[in-house]
């Protein structure tokens, strides 16, 4: 491509205090972010979290209530979408069905008037690097969702501009055809060097996509970071339940004389410097059955999914998920022992949800391997 450097490093997007309401209904509450040049940012959430919202007014579509948006250095609150330096890809793809390949990609470049021997050598370029040489002529119908969904990253990817904004533009495929444009989009990125700002619900698509990750919950941000540390270190109980398949278990720790025990045991887990309510995360990975010494946790059921599989439990009075490797030939009302280390816990304040970081590396900080209780 004939996009200099200094053109993919001019494409941070940062976001300062972005408000949206329609009348009494609030879609996004004052959030903030940076999406930095040439890296790969997701905004993820479940369904009406505030991150379509978000990307339509990074794009220009919609107006802001409050808030300031930058890109490339410039103030774009209120710039028409055309001057943002941005190209979009949409989730319907938005391909003209009257129009060939060749003119769809190059409709932008047709509409700017840009002369015809550039559009040809950009279509040359752009086709290449997507593998459509030989669909140029074909009219989207005669496409496959992958197809389509390269001709729509084509028409994107021609316009040549320093920031790239998606709308989960993958939904409407099927979980292989997903994976394939997971891996050919972080690829194009990379290769390009332009910045990318990809809206998502899907978080197994945001951790394999993202360079950062901004979690999104009820028109706030819930935490943003990078997607090791939003899978290792949620900063919240709101980030604990929504990341992971299936996600953390969360315990209720209640305080005792002798320490913080799980509801429903009366036997401590941990003994910490502090006398109120915790949740105890554990995610289901880091759980294993041992033949002794653990806690006894009965079997309710059991998931069987090809490689591992997934064993709910009753633990005292709460319910916790365990992945266990391959098939287990276990039957409901079994008891189980179960057994995890120290450095798998996550501790969590009750009352506001937020992470408890001096706990947690207090409980990481112990010798040996939970799951007998505090001796």
């Known amino acids: 491509?004939?996009?200099?450097?200094?053109?993919?490093?001019?494409?941070?997007?940062?976001?300062?205090?972005?408000?949206?309401?329609?009348?009494?209904?609030t879609a996004l509450d004052g959030i903030s972010f940076t999406a930095e040049a040439g890296r790969f940012t997701v905004l993820l959430g479940p369904s009406g979290c505030g991150k379509s919202t978000t990307l339509r007014l990074v794009a220009g579509i919609d107006a802001a209530t409050a808030g300031r948006i930058h890109i490339a250095g410039q103030e774009v609150t209120h710039a028409p979408p055309a001057a943002r330096g941005i190209a979009m890809v949409f989730q319907s793809y938005a391909l003209f069905p009257h129009l060939n390949v060749a003119e769809n990609i190059l409709f932008g470049l047709k509409v700017r008037r840009i002369a015809r021997a550039e559009r040809e050598a950009r279509l040359n370029r752009v086709a290449a690097l997507l593998g459509l040489e030989a669909l140029l002529g074909r009219k989207p119908a005669q496409?496959?969702?992958?197809?389509?969904?390269?001709?729509?990253?084509g028409r994107a990817i021609i316009a040549e501009k320093p920031v790239c904004l998606m709308d989960e533009p993958l939904s409407n495929l099927d979980a292989k055809l997903r994976h394939e444009m997971r891996t050919e989009i972080r690829s194009l990125q990379r290769k390009l060097g332009i910045t990318m700002l990809y809206v998502t619900h899907d978080q197994a698509e945001a951790i394999a996509l993202a360079d950062r990750i901004v979690?999104?919950?009820?028109?706030?941000?819930?935490?943003?970071?990078?997607?090791?540390?939003?899978?290792?270190?949620p900063a919240n109980l709101t980030?604990?339940?929504?990341?992971?398949?299936?996600?953390?278990?969360?315990?209720?720790?209640?305080?005792?004389a002798n320490g913080h025990a799980i509801r429903g045991l009366?036997?401590?887990l941990l003994?910490?410097?502090?006398?109120?309510?915790?949740?105890?995360?554990?995610?289901?990975?880091?759980?294993?059955?041992?033949?002794?010494?653990g806690q006894p946790a009965v079997v309710e059921g059991l998931e069987y999914l090809g490689a591992d599989s997934l064993v709910d439990c009753r633990l005292g009075a709460e319910r916790l998920t365990v992945r266990m490797q391959g098939a287990q030939r276990l039957q409901a009302g079994q008891v189980l022992q179960l057994r995890w280390s120290p450095r798998a816990m996550?501790?969590?304040?009750?009352?506001t949800g937020e992470r408890l970081d001096e706990l947690t590396h207090a409980a990481a900080g112990m010798a040996t391997g939970c799951g007998g209780g505090a001796g």
Do not use: C, K
């Not at 496959?144 to 390269?150: K, M, P, T």
């Not at 706030?220 to 270190?233: C, K, L, S, T, V």
């Open 143 to 153: 496409l496959s969702g992958g197809q389509q969904q390269r001709v729509a990253l």
């Open 271 to 293: 003994r910490l410097p502090v006398a109120r309510p915790l949740v105890l995360g554990l995610r289901p990975e880091d759980i294993a059955a041992v033949d002794t010494g």
């Open 1 to 25: 491509m004939s996009r200099s450097a200094d053109a993919a490093a001019g494409g941070e997007v940062r976001v300062e205090g972005l408000v949206r309401r329609w009348g009494d209904t």
């Open 239 to 256: 980030v604990a339940r929504f990341i992971g398949t299936p996600p953390m278990n969360l315990l209720q720790l209640e305080p005792g």
């Open 346 to 351: 996550h501790l969590f304040d009750a009352d």
């Open 266 to 268: 009366e036997r401590p």
């Open 215 to 233: 979690l999104l919950h009820e028109g706030r941000i819930a935490q943003d970071a990078g997607p090791e540390a939003i899978y290792g270190a």
